[in-house]
């Protein structure tokens, strides 16, 4: 079992509808989750992190985030074509490094394409 | 500057050179980290420096050397590559230490061995 799995994709959507990108992961004891986005060439972006069950709302994004199904997800409402991109799911792993510091696994990633 | 910058971004060397990538930090993190980024695979984490002392690892070869001389700098030395290793290199910061370890990218490193 992959530690965080994402579905590749594309997931295809038209612009102006709401995406749906999901990721489960393996570790129980993760406690911190984030999403970046990551345009084609270039480095991810840090777009949400989410520590808390529920949902976290940042303008036309949503993280939500269950605990108990080991479970993430960003919503991504209002969908522009400058949306395209590929998601990358990070968890923070629960084994602590040296200096308190813990690593993120993240998934392979969703590709997200808006189409006009 | 701002954020986190790396030089150069684009290297192309032959499997007998020696070169280097340079990160820089300008956040105030004190954890610094090294990934490798290949196409259809998640982001290999390298090396991670927390307070300028290595504290990961993770299985790499040697003929990838890290070097941390404070904790605004990170260095990968790079000798006698091979073709598998060209890739997208990207530097990471964080505030170690802390709850939620959020990571800030710098813009990467294409590296292409010949």
């Known amino acids: 079992q992959k530690e965080v799995e994402q579905n590749s994709g594309p997931l295809s959507v038209p612009e102006g509808a709401i995406a749906s990108l999901n990721c489960t992961y393996s570790?129980?004891?993760?406690?911190?989750f984030f999403w970046y986005r990551q345009y084609s060439g270039k480095s991810p972006e840090l777009i949400m992190s989410i520590y808390s069950n529920g949902d976290k709302e940042d303008g036309r994004f949503t993280a939500q985030l269950n605990k108990a199904s080991q479970y993430v997800s960003l919503l991504i409402r209002d969908s522009q074509p400058s949306d395209s991109a590929t998601y990358l799911c990070?968890?923070?792993?629960?084994?602590?490094?040296?200096?308190?510091?813990?690593?993120?696994?993240f998934g392979t990633g969703t590709l997200l394409a808006v189409q006009p | 500057e701002t954020g986190v910058t790396q030089t150069p971004r684009h290297l192309v060397m032959g499997m007998t050179n020696k070169k280097s990538l340079k990160c820089e930090q300008h956040?105030?993190?004190?954890?610094m980290y090294w990934y490798k980024q290949s196409a259809k695979k998640p982001l290999e984490l390298m090396f991670v420096?927390?307070?300028?002392?290595?504290?990961e690892n993770n299985s790499v070869p040697s003929r990838f050397s890290p070097e941390c001389p404070n904790s605004s700098h990170l260095f990968l030395h790079l000798h006698t590559l091979q073709p598998e290793d060209s890739a997208l290199y990207l530097c990471?910061?964080?505030?170690?230490?802390?709850?939620?370890?959020?990571?800030?990218f710098g813009p990467g490193t294409r590296l292409t061995v010949l």
């Open positions: 420096y927390s307070l300028e002392e290595r504290v």
């Open positions: 990471a910061s964080s505030q170690g230490g802390g709850s939620y370890n959020e990571q800030f």
């Open positions: 990070a968890v923070r792993s629960s084994y602590t490094l040296g200096g308190a510091t813990n690593k993120l696994i």
């Open positions: 956040l105030g993190h004190n954890a």
């Open positions: 570790d129980r004891g993760s406690q911190s």
